[in-house]
């Protein structure tokens, strides 16, 4: 069997794709969501699967804890369902996958899953997910973030057997997305097309995902925070350039700014999106001496002018994310000199051992990880 290979589910999108829900055969359905999704379109998702059995778990939280997935895992072997329905942000995807894994396998725990062994998953369920903002990408991949309980520490959990049946994309899910959490969500995938055209595990396949994307979101990011939730063509666009970036990143990988960017939402609380747009530049500077070439390839794509590509697709990056209003450096989150020092090991540790760290093009070393940090608290240019 080849090592190599892209997995992508069966896409349904559209403007009311929503509806696709009530075209599946199956009969006993378990919702995994928040209680923000649930009140926005619990009823609606419920009329659409009125001669269904519908069971909602809507106990999901912002950087999930492993005990509320397996918390979710015990509901779905008590109610059976043959179908699994993740509709929220990233959180409530990497949850919905988590639960399918624990009903599918009652025998493991979350922490078994891994991208080595084969779980003959979908012998009793299928598992299908719904973004409602444009962004994480979650829909696309094996992968699970998820926050132990015990220290908060981020961890990733892979299987591709997690990838689901099917995905739904409906605009018109995100259009009511607040300028921030669309700035947020949308940068993050912005750092997903960067991340995956550059690590070592770029390919071919997901080449023109990464650019097409990437082209995109400068191009409709700015006019989604702006006014998104007065033009539908718009969030269209960025929620299918965000949904291709995560096709990207489920066949190829992330990056140092996703280990930095999960550690400092491990120790800090820092927002997933807002943390790796933050890290992206420092990191475009790090990964200079391996990457030039695939940094002219983007800034040709994006039709913009280069002397030193690395430092341009970096200020091109900062031009964004201010002009989105997301922040430049560490220090603009709010986090004090005093704070940041007293917990600079662990976000070291964190960043270093993270599964994206060894993706990055450039060898990267726990000291390394040391002066990024400290160059991106400040604001200072990379240049080693």
Do not use: W
């Given at each position: 069997m080849s090592l190599d290979q892209i997995k992508i589910p069966t896409?349904?999108?559209?403007?009311?794709?929503l509806k696709q829900l009530k075209y599946f055969k199956q009969k006993r359905i378990l919702i995994v969501t928040d209680n923000i999704i649930n009140k926005l379109y619990g009823d609606k998702i419920q009329r659409i699967l009125k001669n269904k059995e519908c069971l909602f778990f809507t106990e999901v939280l912002p950087d999930p804890l492993d005990k509320i997935i397996m918390k979710?895992?015990?509901?779905?072997?008590?109610?059976?369902?043959?179908?699994?329905?993740?509709?929220g942000g990233g959180s409530v995807m990497d949850s919905a996958k988590g639960i399918f894994f624990l009903y599918e396998r009652p025998d493991k725990s979350l922490y078994d899953i891994n991208p080595i062994n084969y779980f003959k998953l979908g012998r009793k369920s299928k598992l299908i997910l719904i973004p409602t903002t444009s962004g994480t990408g979650a829909e696309h991949t094996?992968?699970?973030?998820?926050?132990?309980?015990?220290?908060?520490?981020?961890?990733?959990?892979?299987?591709?057997?997690?990838?689901?049946?099917?995905?739904?994309?409906?605009?018109?899910?995100?259009?009511?997305?607040?300028?921030k959490l669309t700035a947020s969500t949308g940068i993050d995938a912005l750092v997903h097309a960067i991340?995956?055209?550059?690590?070592?595990?770029?390919?071919?396949?997901?080449?023109?995902?990464?650019?097409?994307?990437?082209?995109?979101?400068?191009?409709?990011?700015?006019?989604?925070?702006?006014?998104?939730?007065?033009?539908?063509?718009?969030?269209?666009?960025?929620?299918?350039?965000?949904?291709?970036?995560g096709i990207a990143l489920a066949n190829s990988a992330a990056g140092l700014a996703h280990s930095c960017g999960h550690s400092l939402g491990s120790v800090f609380h820092t927002q997933h999106g807002i943390a790796v747009g933050l890290m992206l530049p420092y990191i475009i500077e790090f990964n200079k001496s391996h990457c030039n070439n695939k940094y002219k390839t983007i800034l040709e794509t994006l039709n913009v002018n280069y002397d030193d590509p690395a430092s341009k697709l970096s200020n091109t990056?900062?031009?964004?994310?201010?002009?989105?209003?997301?922040?430049?450096?560490?220090?603009?989150?709010?986090?004090?000199?005093?704070?940041?020092?007293?917990?600079?090991?662990?976000?070291?540790?964190?960043?270093?051992?993270?599964?994206?760290?060894?993706?990055?093009?450039?060898?990267?070393t726990e000291n390394d990880i040391k002066k990024i940090f400290h160059h991106a608290y400040n604001g200072q240019t990379i240049d080693f």
């Open positions: 896409i349904y999108y559209g403007r009311g794709s979710g895992g015990n509901v779905a072997k008590q109610f059976s369902p043959d179908l699994i329905v993740g509709i094996g992968a699970i973030i998820v926050t132990k309980s015990e220290g908060n520490q981020k961890t990733g959990l892979i299987c591709f057997e997690l990838v689901p049946s099917a995905v739904i994309l409906d605009p018109k899910l995100p259009l009511n997305m607040p300028p991340e995956s055209f550059i690590n070592k595990m770029n390919s071919d396949f997901t080449a023109p995902f990464n650019l097409n994307s990437i082209k995109t979101l400068f191009k409709y990011l700015p006019i989604a925070v702006k006014n998104g939730n007065n033009d539908i063509f718009v969030r269209e666009k960025v929620h299918y350039a965000a949904s291709m970036a990056i900062k031009s964004l994310l201010k002009e989105i209003g997301l922040p430049l450096t560490i220090k603009e989150l709010d986090i004090s000199k005093n704070d940041f020092e007293s917990n600079f090991e662990k976000l070291t540790e964190y960043a270093y051992n993270d599964l994206a760290t060894g993706l990055n093009p450039r060898s990267t």
